[in-house]
């Protein structure tokens, strides 16, 4: 009888337009510090060098290497003048080419200067190490051929002013000159094997994959020549000069030009396959590539990520200059640097930012990564290294919450756990979720670095007795934490009573009627919903949330 007096009570006041204040519940939140998880050391990953400009012959643009996760530098060498080449990295040694006219080839691990060979002009080109030779080209019109281990002269070989870098595949040297001409010569004695014309001088550099030769021209084309022979196989024309350098993977050749665009095209066929269009030319900035993503610079300050198969924007990420130099991508991060002055390290998947470093010039040098190091040219004359300090892994709860402050007992209350990686290793994480330390729920993922990620759980109250439970979160990490006092977070509180008791005052009666009455019909995610009275937890607040509160109607404990 009591029941249905409330219910006609009920309905009355939503009638009448009865309306109340809904309650408000304060919280605390502190941080707890106990109990320890067992850990395993993570895999050392093998050296890979860098020995050419973009890393390979397919310009990939990626190491395996381990790599820097702080702007920390290891050194820096001071060249005469400014440094535009892009740095190679081979059995532990750098080698450079500066404005000051000079090769130099630095220790990897101190910056010393191993040895420096003088040309007669600036070198722009990036040095290519095959063989213990190193192979570069100067804007004293020559291609040179040094011993790698004592800086010795080989050979030199006359073409015209040189900002391509060479390419160096059996037995042959690929690379391109301001006399419009792309050269192929004898790798062991500079001899010229043959030369292709363009209509406009080469700055590109080629890439060289199954026999083929790709490169871009001033004159807005793309070429594709057979790798023995230089007869043109295919060229696809763009609207504007192509400096990038092309990129080979999987069948399909990428490269950028001043006409803004990044364009796909089949490697076999020369067809255009996609375009992207960014906000400003592309100019000497060459693709990267990982995972199906392309990452290329930009003249209009960004940096982006697209899908390599449809060109669709993933994401972009804005730095506060033009961007020349091409990135590099290594242990889910990409380095790139721009005129602003800085080198950058994002997140490759989210494009997120770890950490910048501001040199003392223009950066239009492409970052190097091998051996736990990245190596940068600037216009202030240095080569800078970066060194990855040792490992740090440390990932944390930083806030949980739950769905309602009062719940029914054998209702559901949603539990939103947010947990940060504060490090740049993909880390693989167990999240455990506890209700008065009894267990409510686990979860195993995975957490990207330097990312912040909000999991939600479901906690079923049908199990536990009537009254307040503090909510406890915990990772458990798969390597050694540098800092386990934030792996557990506590919120407190949440209350379980009769299901009606949206009041929370452990009966059911006319004042719990009148709060639900209150914010009848309202649903998420309106400000004036109150979760409390949502007693089904389905969202809104209806008819059902009515009937469960009158079926308990004068009940109390």
């Known amino acids: 009888m009591n029941n249905l007096k409330a219910f006609f009570t009920l309905l009355l006041l939503i009638t009448l337009g009865v309306s109340c204040n809904s309650l408000i519940y304060g919280h605390d939140t502190r941080v707890i510090t106990h109990g320890t998880a067992e850990q395993a050391d993570l895999p050392t990953q093998a050296i890979d060098w860098w020995p050419m400009f973009r890393h390979d012959n397919t310009h990939s643009g990626f190491s395996t290497s381990t790599a820097p996760y702080t702007n920390s530098t290891e050194w820096n060498y001071t060249t005469l003048d400014d440094v535009f080449s892009s740095p190679a990295i081979v059995d532990s040694k750098v080698y450079v080419g500066s404005h000051d006219a000079n090769v130099y080839c630095l220790n990897l691990s101190t910056g010393e200067k191993l040895w420096n060979y003088t040309t007669g002009d600036k070198i722009f080109s990036s040095p290519t190490i095959v063989d213990d030779r190193v192979y570069v080209g100067s804007y004293d019109t020559k291609v040179y051929c040094l011993n790698a281990s004592t800086g010795e002269f080989i050979w030199s070989q006359i073409t015209f002013w040189i900002y391509s870098s060479p390419t160096v ?14 050269y192929c010569l004898n790798a062991t004695s500079g001899a010229t094997i043959w030369t292709y014309p363009t209509g406009s001088p080469v700055y590109s550099s080629p890439a060289v994959a199954d026999g083929r030769v790709y490169f871009g021209s001033d004159d807005s084309q793309i070429y594709c020549l057979n790798g023995t022979t230089g007869l043109k196989i295919w060229n696809y024309t763009t609207d504007g000069a192509v400096r990038s350098s092309p990129l080979i993977a999987d069948g399909r050749i990428y490269a950028g ?14 067809a ?25 610079g930009s003249e209009d300050q960004r940096i982006y990520c697209l899908d390599a198969l449809t060109g669709t924007h993933i994401w972009n990420y804005t730095t506060g200059d033009t961007i020349w130099p091409s990135p590099a991508i290594a242990e889910g991060k990409v380095y790139i640097a721009s005129h602003d002055r800085k080198v950058y390290c994002l997140n490759a998947s989210t494009g997120s930012f770890i950490w910048n470093y501001r040199t003392g ?9 091998a051996q736990n190091r990245v190596v940068i040219g600037s216009y202030d004359n240095k080569v800078y290294a970066f060194k990855t300090t040792p490992a740090i892994h440390d990932v944390a709860i930083t806030n949980v919450t739950t769905d309602k402050l009062v719940c029914g007992q054998g209702y559901r209350v949603g539990v939103n756990v947010t947990c940060i990686n504060y490090h740049a290793f ?4 167990i999240l455990d979720v506890y209700a008065e330390y009894m267990p409510i729920a686990e979860l195993q993922t995975f957490l990207l670095p330097g990312s912040e990620q909000t999991f939600t759980f479901t906690w079923n109250t049908s199990e536990f007795a009537m009254g307040f439970y503090s909510i406890q979160a915990r990772v458990w990490l798969d390597a050694d934490d540098a800092n386990s006092t934030n792996d557990i977070f506590e919120f407190s509180a949440v209350f379980v009573t009769i299901p009606g008791d949206v009041d ?6 006319i004042f719990d009627i009148v709060l639900i009455a209150g914010v009848y019909g309202i649903s998420k995610p309106d400000p004036d919903y ?28």
Do not use: M
């Open 257 to 270: 030009s001043t006409d803004r665009n990044v364009y796909c095209i089949n490697a076999t066929t020369g």
């Open 272 to 296: 255009k396959l996609w375009n992207y269009t960014t906000g400003n030319r592309i100019l000497y900035s060459s693709p990267a590539i990982l995972e199906g993503k392309i990452y290329v």
């Open 361 to 369: 010039g223009y950066v239009i040098s492409s970052p190097a990564v």
């Open 504 to 509: 929370g005052d452990r009966d059911v009666d």
């Open 426 to 429: 993909n880390e693989s994480v």
């Open 169 to 182: 595949a059996e037995g042959r040297v690929y690379v391109g000159s301001g006399n419009q001409q792309l």
């Open 530 to 557: 109150n979760p409390n009275c949502d007693i089904d937890g389905d969202g809104d607040i209806d008819i059902f949330d009515i009937v469960i509160a009158a079926g308990h109607y004068g009940e109390s404990w």
